[in-house]
């Protein structure tokens, strides 16, 4: 089982910024993929951005309306990630969720785990 502790969310103004981390821990073999989703009231959980590290480097991906405001990153050695967000807007209030594709052994299949969210609310 892998555990997620996300942390940094709170209330900010609007143009503000703030960084999310998400500490992953428990058995992990191998992290595929660290993520951040986020979920506004009455709307569904989508994709902020992504993350995955290999040979060459990590490779990202973002929901497009959000790159070049929001920029993910990932600390391998500690099982990190963390999601830098600046010119925050109203439209961004919503709780961010962290997610981990992570294997538990060599042989282990990769298996999807969330973190229980931290509240993000843009407002003056």
């Known amino acids: 089982q892998v555990q997620l502790v996300e942390s940094g969310g709170g209330l900010v103004q609007p143009g503000g910024s703030l960084r999310l981390s998400c500490a992953a821990s428990?058995?992990?073999?191998?992290?595929?993929?660290m993520g951040w989703y986020r979920q506004a009231p009455g709307k569904q959980r989508e994709l902020v951005a992504g993350?995955?590290?290999?040979?060459?480097?990590?490779?990202?991906l973002y929901a497009g309306s959000l790159k070049g405001r929001f920029t993910i990153s990932r600390d391998n050695a500690q099982n990190m990630a963390y999601l830098q967000m600046n010119s925050l807007k109203p439209e961004d209030t919503a709780v961010y969720y962290c997610k981990v594709r992570a294997s538990g052994s060599a042989a282990g299949l990769a298996v999807d785990y969330w973190g229980q969210g931290t509240q993000v609310t843009v407002s003056s």
């Open positions: 993350i995955v590290s290999g040979g060459s480097g990590n490779s990202t």
């Open positions: 428990g058995s992990i073999f191998k992290i595929y993929m």
